[in-house]
Each structure stands twice: as structure tokens, then as C-alpha cells.
Nanobody
Framework: EVQLVESGGGLVQPGGSLRLSCVAS????????MNWVRQAPGEGLEWVSE???????LYADSVRGRFTISRDNAKNMVYLQMNSLKPEDTAVYYC?????RGQGTQVTVSS
């Protein structure tokens, strides 16, 4: 059974930073493309970033240059380092494999 568990969210001021983590189990993590997606209040899911098994990364225009995705295959972990956070980054952030997501972690950017 695929399991994804996110952590690291919280309340941060504009311009601040957070690092999200996701621990994965139940599948061949090292061979999988891992995604971060987010859902703002009243909005649909928005793709944020992905990291391929070979380390290649892709980012949404809205976060490119501010967010960095990475993975540790030895630990079955994927991370999202978020810098220069903006109020519009406020959302529940999910780690995703295919159509499977974790429970999410809330990120709130507010002064």
C-alpha cells in the first residue's frame, strides 16, 4: 500500500522560509517521479514541482526561483524548500505519487 506522510508546514511571515518533508513507503520510491501539489482555500489542486528518479526537477512558474525540490532515495524522502514565501503561497501542500496524495500539511503565510 502506498503511503505518503507530509510534515513541516506552519505559519510564517511573508519573506520567510519553510521546509516540507514527505516520507514514502509501499512502492519503489527511487524509480518514481514525486510531486508536490497544493490547494489554496476555495481553489483546485495546483501542481507545484516534481523530481524525477534521475534528479531532474520541474517547477511551476509561480514558484520557480523560490522553491527547491529534492529527494533522498536512501531515506524514501522528498523535500520542498520554500523561500521568499508570499501570502499567495498559503495552501495545504501535498506530496503526490500518480493520483495518490498524503494527508497534507498546512502552510500559512501571513503577517
Amino acid at each position: 500500500e502506498v503511503q505518503l506522510v507530509e510534515s513541516g508546514g506552519g505559519l510564517v511571515q511573508p519573506g520567510g522560509s519553510l521546509r516540507l518533508s514527505c516520507v514514502a513507503s509501499g512502492f519503489d520510491f527511487s524509480a518514481s517521479v514525486m510531486n508536490w501539489v497544493r490547494q489554496a482555500p476555495g481553489e483546485g489542486l495546483e501542481w507545484v514541482s516534481e523530481v524525477w528518479s534521475d534528479g531532474r526537477t520541474l517547477y511551476a512558474d509561480s514558484v520557480r526561483g523560490r522553491f527547491t525540490i529534492s529527494r533522498d532515495n536512501a531515506k524514501n524522502m522528498v523535500y520542498l524548500q520554500m523561500n521568499s514565501l508570499k501570502p499567495e503561497d498559503t495552501a495545504v501542500y501535498y506530496c503526490r505519487l500518480g493520483r495518490t496524495r498524503g494527508q497534507g500539511t498546512q502552510v500559512t503565510v501571513s503577517s
